[in-house]
């Protein structure tokens, strides 16, 4: 990410070139994790990221009904250490990908104008 600096002339509040570059590296980093081809940046969409995502991170996220006599009727989740981790692995990806695709966004509407 981008940076405050004052040394001298170069001062500077926000450089979008920076951020810009910081962005697409951390993308680029998901897509790969994901499986996907880091040279078709330009031309993948956010859902498509988001896609690859849980598709290589998939979890049970079932609710399994289990019934006992004739009144008691209770949801069983499923909660291994692994569908755990897996889960929360995907989330962290989805959350960051999309935190990146705005930030690569804002950068390049800021170096536009």
Avoid at 8 to 34: F, W
Avoid at 41 to 46: A, R
Avoid at 70 to 94: C, G, H, R, W
Wanted: aromatic share 10%.
């Amino acid at each position: 990410m981008s940076y405050r600096t004052t040394d001298g002339s170069n001062y500077r509040l926000y450089d979008a070139a920076a951020d810009l570059l910081a962005s697409e590296q951390e993308l680029a980093k998901i897509m790969a994790i994901a499986g996907m081809d880091v040279t078709s940046m330009e031309s993948t969409t956010i859902d498509e990221i988001l896609g690859a995502i849980a598709e290589t991170f998939c979890y049970d996220d079932r609710r399994y009904l289990i019934i006992e006599g004739e009144t008691s009727v209770f949801y069983s989740f499923p909660s291994t250490a692994s569908n755990d981790m897996i889960q929360k692995t995907s989330s962290t990806l989805i959350t960051i990908a999309r935190r990146m695709w705005r930030s690569r966004h804002l950068a390049n509407y800021r170096m536009s104008s």
